[in-house]
């Protein structure tokens, strides 16, 4: 109990008499429960004793020095483990919308393609003027003015093209123009 006493009071040298006569107990409490870890177990080993020596007031008298100590080898032990599991629910994360982005990248190349093969079902005037749209980057009163035609007949044309591909495709409207755009490029 007086080394407790000592430790408790600050004394350096009864920690490092405590240090030289369990760290080989700590270690390989360590060892077993990290799956022969030799890294990991002498990280956590120094973990546990910089907790004994921050917590040092708290030492209680009443129990072993050796107990207080594997006491707190177990917690940070817990805490090392919880520690693991939230950083690796990110991770699970974002391999989660990796896979998900994998998969969209593979119906995008295939998407596109159809996207193509119904561009050119479209009638000329359509095409044209979805074309000058999301291609060229023209207002509908610029293709309007261009094709010498009306704007609600520009905006007909393009509700009708999009609602065509819409019904060929089974691809939303952003993603359909998209498409498009990435097709100009």
């Known amino acids: 109990m007086e080394i407790i006493e000592a430790v408790k009071n600050g004394d350096s040298n009864a920690f490092s008499m405590v240090f030289d006569q369990l760290h080989g107990k700590v270690f390989g409490f360590f060892m077993k429960r990290t799956q022969n870890n030799r890294e990991l177990s002498k990280e956590l080993s120094q ?3 910089i907790k004994l020596w921050q917590s040092r007031h708290t030492l209680s008298l009443s129990h ?3 107990k207080q100590l594997f006491v707190m080898a177990k917690y940070t032990l817990i805490d090392y483990i919880r520690g693991e599991a939230r950083a690796a629910k990110p991770k699970e994360a974002m391999l989660q919308k990796a896979e998900a982005m994998a998969e969209m990248s593979s119906s995008l190349f295939e998407g596109k393609d159809y996207v193509m093969a119904s561009l050119k079902q479209l009638p000329p005037t359509r095409k044209k003027i979805l074309q000058l749209k999301m291609l060229n980057g023209y ?4 293709i309007a003015a261009l094709l010498s ?3 609600k007949t520009v905006e ?9 591909l819409r019904t060929t495709t089974t691809l939303s ?3 359909l123009l998209f498409l ?5 490029l």
Do not use: G, M, R, W
């Open 47 to 49: 973990l546990t004793y």
């Open 64 to 66: 072993s020095i050796d």
């Open 139 to 142: 207002s509908n009163k610029e």
């Open 149 to 151: 035609i009306s704007v």
């Open 156 to 164: 007909d044309h393009i509700t009708k093209a999009l609602n065509e």
């Open 173 to 175: 409207v952003p993603f």
């Open 180 to 184: 498009v755009l990435e097709q100009a």
